[in-house]
Structure formats: C-alpha cells, structure tokens
C-alpha cells in the first residue's frame, strides 16, 4: 500500500494524534483547496457575470472554469448541464420542485430506494404530497442489495422517477447505476442517482451510466462547504423552469413578466459562490493527481482490513453483513448492548471520529430492524495505524461500559 498523504491535508499537522473516520459526513480538505479559495478571494474577488471591469471577468472565468472542469471529471456532454448548487440536498430539491412539479400529477408514481439519505428522500415525499403522485419503496436485503428483477417487479407505466444513490452512505455498496438506468429507461422512468458517496471515491461518468440525473456534494470530495453539483441531461434540463428567481437567472424583465437566461445560469440565482467553485476545482485537480487507481486501491484495503478485523471481535454486528467486498469506505455496526451514543463517546475519549445515530437514513433503519448504529468512514488519507488504533478501541467498548466480555 502507498504511503498515507496526510501531509497534504493541514489538519492532520493540527491534530496529529486524531484518527478520522467520518469521511462519509465531510471530507478534510488539501492546503492546495484551501489556498486556492483563499487565494480567489485576496486576488479575483468581484461578482461575476454581469460586470464588464477586469476584475469581474477574472471572477467569471474562474466560476466557469470550474464548471467546465466538472463537466470533464464526471464525463457530461455540455457544461450546459452542470449546475452549480449549495449542496446535494439541494440539488435533489430542485429536481423535485422544478421537474417534479411541472412532470408529475395524481396518476404517477415516484420509486425510491429505502436506503436512501433523507436528502434524496424527503423531496419525493413532498412532491407525492403537492401533486397527489403516489410514493413507493423499493426495499433491499439486509445486505443492501437491489436486484435488476426486484427493480423490474417494481416498476410500472406510471412510475416516471425512480431515486437512488450508486453508494449508500450506511452500506458502502456499490449500485449497478448503469443496469438500473437501462431498465427505468426501457419502462419510460428518469432515474435520479445520489452520488455524494460515489463521486468523489470512484470513477464515475454520467454518459456511462445514462443517469438523466446526478447530484453530489463538494465536501465530501475536499472541496469547501457550500458548493454542489446538479447534473442534468440537457434536454431535461431545458423543459424545467426555474428554481429560484431573482439577479443573474433572466435576460431581461419587465413589469409583466421576464425571459431567463440560457442553461445553465436559469437555475442559479443571485450571487453565487465562486470562491467555493474554485475550491472544487482544485479539489478535482487533486483527486486526478492521486488517481482513481490508488484511491480505490488504498480505501479498498483498508476497508478489507477493518472488516476482517471486526468480524472476528465478538457481540459486533456489521450492517450490510461481514463480506469486505461488500463496503467501499464505509462500514457501519452495532455492539450488543451498547448504545451508539456511547460508543462514538468511548471512540472520541481515545481520539477517534466515527459518527452515530441513524445517519439520515432512518426508514433503512426501521426496516432493518435497527433503531440507530455507528459509522466509520474513510478516505485514501486513512492508514494502517488508523484502523489498528479503531480495532483497538472497539475491543474495549463492551467492557468501559461495564459488560464482562
């Protein structure tokens, strides 16, 4: 295995003795990210589109150079079809408020994964309330796994969405996008992938896949908070109205009404977040010096070797079953008689981050007959002694708790 790169990352110099293990809720960032937002803002800072000045038109070109270096990361057609957002959660949002709204009606029905966070979850909910469309799971084993038939059996010809994510935040599984895109296309349903777990860990190219729809997060990919993706097949996205009115989404108005401006700026509204832009630019510049190959290699491993080690510790219950090649980067488990709350609180007395509760996935909870677990997480910039020091600590849990064995 690679040497670790933490030295890449600052707050790994700022807090040597910390093991992090929450990748899965946000990334750490690289001094190279961190610089280039700072940098943006000492050096180019102006809002962009609009203004005719040097300064701006440095804005600008910053704002859509990062788009088009998002276009390329995840293979798009058009820099037309990425759209930037704050987040996931927004970009799943304005799918269901733009499409949704003006697609959907009482007769239709919308598909969604029971393992899905509740960002790709709770916007459905809502436009089955607004639009009268019904709302039905597709519900998986308890190793988290979907079958092309099971997906089959579920569709019918008023299903026009189905939403899932390609890797569950609670499973660490990697869908079959691409076959399940194929089949929703062959019954006439758009399929909406959460890829915030999978963009920023495996290769992903949305033309591959046939996704019409992909939205992923910044943050979890070492880019700054804030900024996020919306992928959307052009054509999709010229038939949706806007998500938001204001500055920067129109042409022109007048007082009766207003024409808006060409894809992809219709959907991004007022000032927008160029520093955060620039950051994932470089983010994306980052991820493609390490590369794909030693990504997955190294989170591969080490994945493996927490599994392996934590099936043989007794009164553990890994969710997903104890199969390695069944979690990319994200194991999540319970200990018998233990709380989860507990168990993050012993983890962060020996300077580990893990996370507990029911990571925004509360239905896959309920139907996996669990009320809440605990996560670990992990990014290329985990080593060795990073799960060795968690093993270490799981050990002891039953027994700081007062249990004997």
């Not at 929450?22 to 809002?47: C, F, L, M």
């Not at 005719?52 to 995840?74: C, K, M, P, Q, W």
């Not at 959907?104 to 393992?115: F, G, H, K, W």
Request: proline share 4%; with cysteine.
């Amino acid at each position: 295995m690679s040497l670790s790169r933490k030295n890449d990352f600052p707050v790994f110099a700022q807090f040597p003795d910390m093991v992090y293990l929450d990748s899965a809720a946000t990334a750490q960032k690289p001094a190279a990210v961190i610089e280039a937002e700072a940098a943006y803002y000492r050096e180019a800072n102006a809002n962009p589109l609009r203004g005719l000045y040097d300064l701006s038109v440095r804005a600008t070109d910053a704002y859509e150079n990062a788009r088009e270096a998002v276009r390329g990361f995840i293979g798009a057609a058009s820099a037309k079809e990425i759209v930037f957002t704050r987040n996931a959660t927004e970009s799943l949002n304005l799918i269901a408020y733009s499409l949704g709204r003006a697609e959907l009606c009482a007769n239709d029905e919308i598909l969604v994964a029971i393992s899905e966070h509740h960002s790709n979850m709770l916007p459905w909910q809502m436009l089955a309330r607004e639009t009268g469309a019904k709302l039905r799971y597709l519900e998986c084993d308890s190793s988290g796994i979907y079958t092309e038939e099971a997906l089959r059996a579920a569709l019918t010809p008023h299903t026009k969405i189905f939403a899932i994510a390609q890797i569950s935040n609670v499973f660490g599984r990697i869908q079959p996008i691409a076959e399940f895109a194929k089949i929703c296309h062959e019954n006439g349903t758009l399929i909406v992938c959460d890829g915030a777990q999978s963009v920023p860990h495996i290769p992903v190219d949305v033309q591959a896949l046939d996704v019409d729809f992909l939205a992923f997060s910044g943050h979890k990919m070492f880019a700054p908070m804030g900024i996020g993706v919306l992928y959307g097949k052009e054509a999709l996205l010229q038939k949706m109205p806007p998500f938001l009115y204001g500055g920067e989404m129109i042409e022109y108005v007048t007082r009766e009404g207003a024409e808006y401006a060409e894809l992809p700026h219709k959907f991004e509204a007022g000032t927008v977040n160029v520093g955060g832009a620039v950051g994932l630019h470089v983010a994306i510049g980052y991820i493609r010096s390490v590369g794909f190959a030693e990504i997955m290699q190294r989170e591969d491993a080490l994945t493996a070797l927490a599994v392996e080690q934590m099936r043989r510790i007794p009164h553990i219950q890994i969710i997903g079953g104890d199969d390695p090649a069944a979690h990319h980067g994200i194991v999540t488990f319970a200990v018998e008689g233990v709380h989860p709350h507990d168990i993050a609180a012993i983890f962060d007395a020996d300077g580990i981050a893990v996370r507990a509760g029911h990571h925004c996935a509360q239905p896959l909870h309920q139907h996996l007959g669990v009320p809440s677990t605990a996560r670990m997480s992990l990014a290329f910039y985990n080593d060795e002694q990073d799960i060795e020091k968690f093993i270490d600590t799981l050990k002891t849990v039953r027994r700081r708790m007062g249990f004997a064995g």
